[in-house]
């Protein structure tokens, strides 16, 4: 097998088990590995320390597989990763009753690169690193054994496979095409969901508890709901009865489902509004026309995948809190998030206090936010906690 050695002292995070190995870390490749091939890593003085997936182009150079000198990278070792994912998983009371869930959570799981979410009779999958697209089909057969699910569809037609070297795909795995439109439940609640065109996986499973959080404290209220895609946090706000939702995205599509979505719950749509718009615009013009409202919601798209960008995306972040603050009555609540892997929860803070004053407003934490238990994030891999959010009310 071919073998990859480290750098004098480099060794330390891969002994804490973290899964990761970037380039500057390594010292030497010998036997020519292709991408996502299995390599050995030894240390500079020669000890064996884990078995990785290359990925000859990508910044992280190889992602362990195993720490275990005694297992084989192939069909069983997949078998019981993804087994144990979905058992994991089944001591999760809160999943009972639920139709779309993450069944395997990349790195958390013990397979970084792979995603799996269920929806209903569907498994939508993303292979997102060199080592995951190597294994593709041992994977996907793994799947079909484990979760006795019968359709597959992939969705890897995502960015950040250009980081691996690898192009987009997308299409059926294994069974049926979904249908144009699905319908899960969550929470109680119904939605459509676009598997095949919708974004991510089709829907935002990682927001459920904050869905659930957001419908406990909207009764009776005016709520702002920005870059809403379908319309999950609007629907579940108007389940809590509030007053009236405003909610924007700049997604057509995503829109039109939305207004579906509402219909889908025999919910009152002349409560709902919403607006094709670009939020930072949008906010803007609302704040110029002195409008106010109870409650913000702010989830916007990933401004920092790495963190390389994390100064531009801070000022993403703050512009639209800022925004959010002055939009506020006093008394009002901001359910604000990054799903950003390069800003912590102590940055994100950070600016959203720099918000704050910025707006020249006192405001408090009530309540700090997090993905799903179906996301979970592995001890050794902190990096893992990629959805941060706050409830901060306006004095
Ligand atoms: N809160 C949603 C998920 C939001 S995902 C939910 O619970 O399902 C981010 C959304 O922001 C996407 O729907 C995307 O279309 C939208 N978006 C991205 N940039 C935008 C912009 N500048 N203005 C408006 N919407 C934007």
Partial sequence: MPILTLKPGREKSILQRHPWIFSGAVADVKGEPESGETVEILSARGQWLARAA?????NIRARIWSWDEDETIGEEFFYKKVKDAVETRRELKDLSGL????LVHAESDGLPGVTADRYADFLVVQFLTAGAEHWRETIVCAFLEVTGIRNIYERSDVDVRQLE???VRSGVLFGD???EQLEIIENGLRFWVDLCNGQKTGFYLDQRNNRKRVRELMSGKRLLNCFCYTGAFSVSALAGSALKTTSID???????LAEKNVALNGLPAERAHWEEADVFRAMR???DRAETFD???LDPPKFAPTIAQAEKAARAYKDINLLAFKLLRPGGLLFTFSCSGGISMELFQKIVADAALDAGVNACVLERL????DHPVALNFPEGAYLKGLICQKH
Wanted: glycine letters at 10%.
């Fill in 177 to 179: 095409r979904p249908p």
């Fill in 285 to 287: 013009a609302l704040r």
């Fill in 250 to 256: 700049s997604s057509r599509n995503a829109l039109a």
């Fill in 295 to 297: 409650a913000v919601i």
């Fill in 370 to 373: 997090f993905q799903g238990a």
């Fill in 99 to 102: 139709t779309a869930y993450r």
């Fill in 54 to 58: 290359y990925s000859p182009v990508s």
């Fill in 165 to 167: 070297g690898l192009g």
